[in-house]
């Protein structure tokens, strides 16, 4: 039986990463999100069910389009591997609790962010908006320091906030962008002062990585998603580590 809860967990996971790399895509770019249907981004054809189909189809038209053979963004795919693999390794490690809908929160934000953060170095204002309001209705229910989570995030995004207007005084330049704080509001929502102040840590780490193998040509780091991937990392090593 659990054998199939995984499998059902997993496929979600697909289908829905599948939906959050639309979103990414279709969000920053003011496309509806119901019409018109799938499409090719360079040679503008629908993409007809079976060539859309999370995963399998990208393996199977090796990363490109049926009609123009443009090259597929290989994001959408590792969005789609993600989310259902996070999905799985969320549920192996917490079951069907409240640190289990918490990881999918974050994960369906970060499966977002991915496409709209890397590609556009956009946040979306609503998904951080219907984040929020699962996470406050998570919290919650789990009623153990609902009052001094809201009091961290806003705490967390006051500290954020005073250290970016110093870093763009003293850069001359945006250093953090609003989206990033609003996500850091969000993390310290569902984790903590002091769990999400390790995400930032994280975060930070891993965009140094990524600077360095990026060989240092983009002027711009997306930074949302690597806060995210810290979040996620703190709440499966250490999900009772999360008060004030």
Known sequence: MKIIIIIFIGLVGMVLGSFYAC??????????LTKPNSFCENCKKEIKWYMNIPVFSYLFLKGKCAYCKSKIDPLSFIVEILTSL???????????SIN????IVLTSVLGVTIISDFRYYYISDRVVVLALLFILILIYV???YFFVKIISAFVVSILILIIK????????????????????????????FYSTLISLIIACSTTLVYYYLSKHEEKEIPFGPFLLIGALIVLFVAPNYSIF
């Open 142 to 144: 789990e009623k153990d």
């Open 165 to 192: 207007l110093i870093g763009d005084k003293v850069f001359k330049r945006e250093s953090l962008g609003w989206g990033d704080i609003k996500l850091l509001f969000i993390i310290s929502l569902a984790s903590g």
């Open 86 to 96: 996070l999905f799985v390794i969320f549920y192996l490690r917490f079951g069907l």
């Open 23 to 32: 979103m990414g895509y279709r969000i920053p770019n003011k496309i509806s």
């Open 100 to 103: 289990f809908f918490l990881g």
